[in-house]
C-alpha cells in the first residue's frame, strides 16, 4: 500500500493529511545542517576544533658558565700548607623562564640541544662542604654554586590543526618570523669550584 492510500479521510481533511504525511516523510530522509568550516591563518578546520600555537626552538649558540650563589676568599700567609674547609651556608634559585604552556617543549630542546642535565629551575642546597689543603702563601677563591649554559637562540611560532601538530612545522603555518632570545640555563650539577693563586 502506498503511503497516500493510509488516508481515507474525505474533503479538505484527507488533503490536509496527506500533506502533513509528505511533510513527515521528508524531515525524516533529509541531513541536518552540513558540519560549519572556519579558517585560521588559510587553513580550513572542522568546527570545534581549537588551533594550536606551537613554538619551535633552534639553538644558535651555547656558551658554559658558572652561577655563583656564594663566595670566599681565604689566604694562607704561612710557610707551611694548611688544611682548610669550606660549607655552603647561602640558598640561591635559579629559574629559566619560557611561555606559559610551552614548558615542556623548551625543555625537551634544552636537554636535547643543550645538556642532558639542564633543568628549568634549581636551588643550591646548605651544608655542602669541601676540604682543601692550602700550600703555603697562596690565596684560595672558593665559590658555591651550579654549572650553567648561556644561550642564543631562535624561535619561531606555528599554527596547526589536529594531527598536523605530530609533524610541525610540516604542514604548519608560520606565525610572522622567528624571533631571537637569550637564557641562562641552570644545570642540577652543583658544588664548589676552589681556585688557588699565589698570596
Known amino acids: 500500500m502506498s503511503i497516500f492510500g ?3 479521510m474525505p474533503g479538505l481533511l484527507g488533503v490536509f493529511a496527506v500533506v502533513a504525511a509528505i511533510a513527515s516523510l521528508l524531515l525524516a530522509v533529509l541531513p ?3 558540519q560549519a568550516a572556519t579558517t585560521a591563518d588559510s587553513t580550513v578546520r572542522p568546527h ?3 588551533p594550536a600555537h606551537v613554538k619551535v626552538y633552534t639553538l644558535i649558540s651555547s656558551v658554559p658558565t658558572f ?3 656564594e663566595g670566599r676568599s681565604v689566604i694562607n700567609a704561612l710557610d707551611a700548607p694548611v688544611t682548610t674547609t669550606f660549607t655552603s651556608n647561602q640558598s640561591r634559585t635559579y629559574t629559566v623562564s619560557t611561555s606559559t604552556g610551552h ?3 623548551f625543555f625537551n630542546f634544552l636537554t636535547v640541544s643543550v645538556s642532558q642535565n639542564a633543568t628549568l629551575s634549581r636551588t643550591t642546597a646548605l651544608g655542602v662542604s669541601a ?3 692550602m700550600p703555603p ?3 684560595v677563591l ?9 644561550i642564543v637562540y631562535d624561535v619561531q611560532g606555528y599554527t596547526c590543526l589536529g594531527s598536523n601538530c605530530r609533524t610541525c612545522p610540516v604542514n604548519c603555518n608560520k606565525n610572522g618570523g622567528p624571533t631571537r632570545e637569550a637564557r641562562n640555563v641552570p644545570t642540577v650539577i652543583e658544588g664548589w669550584r676552589l681556585t688557588s693563586t699565589p698570596a
Open 142 to 150: 672558593a665559590e658555591y654554586g651550579i654549572e650553567a649554559f648561556d
Open 67 to 69: 652561577n655563583v650563589a
Open 131 to 133: 676540604t682543601t689543603v
Open 32 to 34: 541536518g545542517p552540513a
Open 6 to 8: 493510509r488516508f481515507r
Open 48 to 50: 570545534g576544533i581549537v
Open 103 to 105: 614548558q615542556a617543549s
Open 137 to 139: 702563601r697562596t690565596r
